[in-house]
């Protein structure tokens, strides 16, 4: 699956749209899609909760001249849950990227290209849109500073906006003295009412050390000894996969990320663990009873309580993450932000970074996990090569299909993503979910690219295929052939240690640039360990992450180029990687030598390959990787009795001539 980021971060770049209509990452339950009529079609009346907000905006002390709407959680997660859809429920356009701002008259909303249409099918009349990306379009602190009079006050619920996008616009406004306030309750959740969806609070779950490899204790002491090298007295954790991955918890607060909504906060002498009451169970209570030490201790207290909390540590040392809430900034400086009180540190948390780097429990659980999976996808393709012909297989029913199969798997939890199912021309766009409008059955004549991944307790998955169930056309098959090509030189590359991500972008795009093709998203993500499918600081893009540690022993990554044929197909190969030593010859400033090594045993489809494209080393690697494919995954296939898809595996994994 490719990620939000390196996505968004194309379409930036580039300025503008590069597919017809790609929609965006899965939205809770509502994915959009611009060719799909039934939500293009529905137009949201927004004309009584502009009034209630205006008149909650005028009562503010001072009054508000106008209020921004982000699109995020106090957390700046990637996936919502429906109660943080705010600036969906005030403009009616429930696309995944915008932000919206309102004024006593006016009412706008700033979405980037991908979203044009749908934005503009589902406002009424009271919303103009503002097209991100193009020449003529203002940003937003442009606009405001044009629009408003000087002494104006903006205000916006400081949970929604990071401490780097606070600084950005503060600085936009500064000049024509306009106020930047923190607004303490959030407006849109006053107009929203009784109607807004209850924040989750599912159970957590303390995951077991077998599958974890560390306890949540050396994790407390690997990160005081980074917080003492940084002079940092307190650290804060607010992205919600590092408090799970900190503390060996697991939730299911948000679709598809097994997280739940919590901060952490670490000293040299204790820890705070910010959760809903209702959450933490007798099981998680437990679990964080220190088994030896007494700096262990951990106090858990109420979710809300983190506002505030940190102001009992003024005069310390207080680190937070690019991506921490301005809120938590406000909170350790005091209203006033005088920084003389108090320093901050903001970079990257040392347990993002420790997070990406895996330990070699997680790394076996990813390997074993990837053989159970290759085994549902073997199951899913042969059950497709019978039932494809008979032309009563849809995207939607294929999908569930593979659901299903991966079900029976040991460790299985659910999905890591919703599923990308799409035949013909919907598997050119990008982040495509066939919708009961828009899904296509399969056949013989086109294309099928099935984008998915599972959870499971010992780890996240995410791989591509694409298939052809008939003849592919000569073009298909160069274009396929070009994207493998790309895949085996990211697969194949040996670089030193540390360096970022996106030296290793080109390599992907070689083959496909030789004949002038391309492709429009990054290469490769970051994946949790049972966590977030995207997971950062790192990633292979040409565009620089901005965290990036450099690359480094037990990350994990996907490597996925694609091409894309608007409105005729779609082609992507997706594997996961993990990062291992090279073995080289020389040793150049002993920086050290890495490599890759599949995770992803699932074979690729011979049918779409072209060899004569490939060089004779080319062919070998695909020879060897199809040999791992039957190692690993046929004995599973065999013990389950699972004939039909070991018949498939072993037909796939045939070597080429
Ligand atoms: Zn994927
Ligand atoms: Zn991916």
């Known amino acids: 699956m490719i990620s939000f980021v390196l996505l968004l971060e194309t379409l930036l770049a580039r300025k503008e749209n590069i597919y017809s209509c790609p929609p965006d990452r899965n939205l809770g339950n509502l994915q959009t899609l611009e060719n799909n009529t039934s939500v293009m079609s529905s137009v949201v009346r927004t004309g009584a909760q502009l009034i209630r907000l205006r008149k909650l905006m005028a009562s503010e002390v001072p009054p508000l001249a106008a209020y921004i709407i982000p699109s995020c959680d106090a957390h700046h997660s990637e996936y919502l849950a429906s109660c943080d859809e705010r600036r969906a429920f005030i403009t009616g356009f429930n696309g995944s990227a915008g932000t919206a701002i309102v004024t006593a008259k006016e009412a706008l909303l700033w979405t980037d290209a991908r979203y044009f249409l749908q934005a503009e099918a589902q406002m009424d009349e009271n919303w103009t849109l503002m097209k991100e990306g193009q020449q003529d379009t203002l ?29 950005s616009l503060k600085r936009s406004l500064d000049g024509d003295n306009i106020k930047l306030m923190a607004v303490k309750n959030n407006l849109v959740d006053a107009v929203w009412g009784l109607n807004q969806p209850e924040r989750p609070n599912q159970p957590i779950k303390p995951l077991e050390l077998k599958f974890t490899g560390k306890s949540w204790e050396d994790k407390v002491q690997a990160v005081r000894d980074v917080m003492k090298d940084k002079k940092a007295d307190v ?88 991506q921490s809430s301005q809120a938590l900034l ?11 009180v108090n320093k901050v540190i903001i970079e990257c948390s040392p347990v993002t970074i420790a997070k990406a780097n895996k330990n070699s429990v997680e790394i076996n659980g990813f390997i074993n996990c990837h053989v159970r999976d290759a085994a549902a996808l073997c199951n899913y393709f042969a059950w497709l090569e019978k039932e494809v012909p008979k032309g009563t297989v849809t995207e939607i ?44 059955a399969l056949t ?32 298909e098959k160069e274009c396929f052939t070009r994207v493998l090509k790309g895949q085996i030189k990211v697969a194949q590359a040996v670089f030193p240690t540390k360096i970022k991500g996106n030296y290793l972008d080109t390599l992907a795009r070689l083959a496909l640039w030789e004949v002038g093709l391309d492709y429009g ?15 950062g600081p790192m990633g292979i893009s040409w565009r620089p992450m901005p965290d990036d540690p450099g690359l480094q022993v037990g990350m994990v990554l996907s490597n996925e180029p694609g091409y894309y044929q608007d409105g005729e197909f779609g082609i992507r190969i997706e594997n996961l990687v993990h990062i291992v030593k090279a073995d080289t010859r020389h040793n150049f400033r002993d920086r050290g030598y890495l490599t890759f090594e599949d995770l992803t ?51 796939e994994t045939q070597p080429i001539g």
């Not at 406000?330 to 003389?340: I, M, N």
């Not at 999905?415 to 050119?428: E, K, M, R, Y």
């Open 397 to 440: 029913s294929g999908s569930d299909k593979l659901e299903a199969f991966r079900a029976e798997m040991e460790n299985f939890v659910g999905l890591s993503f919703a599923t990308i199912s799409s035949v013909g021309p919907n598997a050119a766009i990008i982040h495509y979910k066939a919708t009961p409008e828009t899904s296509r």
């Open 139 to 167: 940003s937003r602190g442009q606009w405001l500073a044009e629009h408003l009079d000087s002494g104006a006050n903006v205000g916006v619920d400081p949970f929604l906006m990071t401490v780097t996008e606070w600084k």
């Open 235 to 322: 650290l804060v954790l607010s992205a919600l996969d590092d408090s799970a991955w900190f503390l060996n918890l697991r939730g299911s607060d948000i679709t598809y990320n097994p997280v739940f909504f919590s901060y952490t906060v670490i000293t040299q002498d204790k820890v705070y663990f910010f959760a809903n009451d209702e959450q933490v169970t007798k099981e998680v209570v437990n679990h964080l009873k220190p088994e030896k030490d007494v700096a262990n201790i951990v106090e858990i207290k109420p979710y809300e309580s983190i506002t505030g909390f940190l102001s009992s540590y003024r005069g310390k040392t207080i680190w937070l993450s690019n």
């Open 521 to 535: 998203h990054g290469t490769g993500h970051g994946v949790g360990a049972y966590l977030n499918v995207h997971e």
């Open 444 to 475: 013989t004549d086109e294309i099928y690219l099935v984008d998915s991944g599972g959870q499971y307790k010992d780890g996240t998955t995410d791989v591509t295929r694409t298939m052809h169930f008939g003849t592919p056309k000569p073009f």
């Open 601 to 651: 045993v699932c074979p690729i489809q011979q049918k779409l390959i072209d060899p004569t494209l490939l060089t004779q080393e080319e062919i070998n690697y695909i020879n060897q990787y199809h040999q791992k494919c039957l190692d690993m995954v046929g004995p599973l296939l065999r013990e389950m009795g699972h004939q039909a898809g070991l018949n498939w595996l072993i037909k």
């Open 330 to 340: 406000l909170s350790t400086l005091g209203e006033k932000a005088d920084k003389s």
